[in-house]
């Protein structure tokens, strides 16, 4: 990827001239394997904004060109699993910038799958990350349980426990929100022919490894199911 800037001073003086802090960020940019200008300026931004207004208007400041700015989602993304708890600071900052172009939305797609394939490997702290990420995405209407399609829940050879375990706890924090909201989640795929078998295998793996004895996880299943089958699209 070409760069934009030429060394680290100059990746600095792109995320704010005044701060102090600039130099340790590019150092911990490199632990990071930040591993081009680019995502390091990328990294800078998003790791010293004073909240996520701050930090989405920085990152239009830097004014990447052509595919630079598809390394923003990718950054943001590996940030939020670094991290050793969950910060929604990288959500909403996320939905923000989804919702100001859908570019982000579609390299933000893509970047899930590439995680997903990575399931296997991933520590259990990174994974917890990703699952609530991903369960932040869907529950703000940013993206749809349309993401999941790249993952074939009536494949058994996939259904590793890791994997069992990533998607039991994605499944969990999307239902710890308001019957309404989940009703709607589940409804954004119920029309379309081509999610059907989508819709069946998270039926399945829902009913096999989420519900267990849990009434209150067996209740919002129950109304999962029910918005499966609302083919109108009414939402609540």
């Not at 792109?14 to 590019?26: N, Y």
């Not at 994605?170 to 710890?176: D, Q, S, T, V």
Request: with cysteine; aromatic share 10%; hydrophobic share 45%.
């Amino acid at each position: 990827m070409a760069s934009t800037t030429s060394n680290f001073e100059e990746v600095a003086s792109t995320i704010d001239k005044e701060s102090l802090e600039a130099q340790k960020l590019l150092q911990l940019a490199a632990v990071q394997r930040m591993n081009t200008d680019v995502r390091r300026a990328i990294f800078c931004v998003i790791m010293s904004g004073e909240d996520y207004v701050d930090a989405f208007e920085k990152l239009l400041r830097l004014d990447l060109q052509g595919k630079q700015d598809r390394e923003i989602m990718r950054v943001l993304v590996e940030c939020c699993l670094q991290e050793q708890i969950f910060n929604k600071y990288y959500s909403v900052l996320a939905i923000k910038l989804c919702s100001h172009d859908k570019n982000h939305k579609i390299t933000l797609q893509y970047c899930l799958w590439d995680h997903f394939k990575e399931l296997e490997l991933m520590q259990l702290m990174r994974s917890m990350h990703l699952s609530k990420f991903v369960a932040e995405m869907v529950t703000s209407f940013t993206l749809s349980l349309a993401v999941l399609k790249a993952v074939d829940f009536s494949d058994t050879m996939q259904l590793t426990p890791k994997r069992i375990k990533h998607f039991q706890m994605l499944f969990e924090a999307i239902f710890e929100h308001p019957d309404s909201l989940v009703w709607n989640v589940f409804t954004r795929i119920a029309a379309s022919p081509q999610y059907e078998s989508l819709r069946n295998g998270v039926e399945f793996f829902i009913n096999k490894y989420v519900v267990g004895n849990e009434k209150s996880l067996a209740r919002k299943f129950k109304i999962a199911k029910k918005a499966f089958t609302n083919i109108e699209g009414v939402l609540m």
